[in-house]
């Protein structure tokens, strides 16, 4: 039985769909207020450690975006700095893991997949009014 208190901590939500996620082998059913979600498997900055991350899938014409919101805090999220220090990354959407190599985008480019980002999951939107951080939107090249 899952207590409450653990699902109201944002950090234990994360951990706990990432844990869904392995065990059953798909994202399917693993979602964020009906909006689904694709895990990213990094390597961590520093430690070069195995790191495992549920982002909102941004998906537009096979090629998918990352959106290092972090739910409009003041700060980057620490797997923002993972994805740009080791840019090939592995991108699981349903039962299907893919390789790509992360580029983060600016100006005309950037507004377009932040226009997908936005339609995909609206909340974004308001993280950004949140916070004078610019927001940093990776676009995931196949490898
Ligand atoms: C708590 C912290 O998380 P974080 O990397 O800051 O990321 C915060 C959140 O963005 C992260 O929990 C996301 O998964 C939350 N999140 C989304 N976060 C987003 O930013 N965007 C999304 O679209 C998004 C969607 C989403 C959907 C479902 C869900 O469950 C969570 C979702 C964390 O994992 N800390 C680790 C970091 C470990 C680590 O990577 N260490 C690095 C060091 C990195 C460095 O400091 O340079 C290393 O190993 O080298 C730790 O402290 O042990």
Not at 44 to 52: C, E, I, N
Not at 57 to 82: F, I, Q, T
Not at 96 to 110: I, L, N, P, Y
Request: proline share 6%.
């Amino acid at each position: 039985m899952t207590d409450q208190s653990s699902w109201s901590d944002p950090d234990n939500w994360a951990r706990m769909q990432v844990e869904k996620i392995l065990e059953t082998g798909t994202t399917e059913g693993v979602d964020v207020q009906g909006m689904p979600i694709v895990l990213l498997t990094l390597r961590g900055a520093r430690s070069g450690k195995v790191r495992h991350t549920p982002v909102m899938r941004v998906e537009h014409c096979g090629r998918y975006a990352v959106v290092a919101s972090k739910s409009g805090a003041a700060e980057h999220p620490v797997w923002y700095h993972n994805i740009t220090a080791h840019p090939e990354i592995q991108l699981q959407d349903g039962a299907e893991t893919r390789t790509f190599v992360a580029r983060e985008v600016d100006g005309a480019e950037r507004a377009k997949w932040w226009d997908h980002a936005v339609k995909a999951y609206p909340a974004y939107a308001e993280y950004q009014a949140r916070t004078g951080r610019r927001i940093p939107v990776l676009v995931l090249e196949p490898r």
